[in-house]
């Protein structure tokens, strides 16, 4: 047999003890991360909880109803429980489209529409995401009292989105956008 030089010995036991190891530990990763085909997602590390038959045990104590209780029927007739309201038919309400805009509009646009909102300062910031990706800052919010858009087209406007306004018709239904908008052109009770 073929003695082997002290350094070629040691490198070869070394790299045995690299593969050896590489082995091991693809074997723990591979049952560690195994396919679970009861839980929600194809790999997990550990399953889901509140899919295990165990976890009832772990749940608080329910209430059992009260033995005499009966099972409430009615309020009053069907017309009247059933008479939910149509969207499209919703009056506007100037408190609550004047909320809808103090929410939503004010942090940029300000609470008196005049675009000196708490975000202006960030917004026209050279440290701003805008300035370091365009090389130049972004302009101030719009005024929107001396906005020449009409109403049509605010909405269309508000609910797209612009540079850095988000668009607001993935966050808001469309007659919030709607009142928002009255808000702003109304000339008694909102910004104009």
Do not use: W
């Not at 772990?58 to 409430?72: C, G, I, M, W």
């Not at 808000?183 to 008694?188: K, L």
């Amino acid at each position: 047999m073929t003695a082997f030089p002290a350094n070629i010995k040691s490198m070869l036991t070394r790299r045995f003890a690299l593969i050896a190891g590489m082995l091991m530990l693809a074997s723990v990763t591979v049952s560690a991360c195994a396919v679970q085909e009861t839980n929600t997602y194809p790999v997990e590390i550990f399953s889901e909880m509140h899919y295990a038959q165990s976890f009832r045990m772990q749940e608080p104590p329910r209430l059992a109803p009260p033995a005499d209780s009966v099972v409430f029927v009615s309020a009053g007739d069907a017309s009247q429980v059933l008479d939910v309201p149509d969207k499209r038919e919703r009056k506007y309400d100037p408190a609550v489209a004047g909320n809808l805009y103090r929410v939503n509009c004010s942090v940029c646009h300000g609470d008196l529409g005049d675009g000196e909102g708490k975000a202006k300062r960030h917004l026209i910031s050279d440290e701003s995401f805008y300035a370091i990706t365009n090389g130049t800052a972004y302009g101030a919010p719009p005024s929107l009292i001396d906005s020449k858009l009409e109403q049509d087209v605010m909405v269309s406007f508000v609910t797209s989105g612009a540079i850095v306004m988000p668009s607001f018709g993935k966050l808001l239904p469309e007659e919030d956008i709607r009142d928002i908008v009255n808000y702003i052109f109304d000339s008694e009770n909102g910004l104009r």
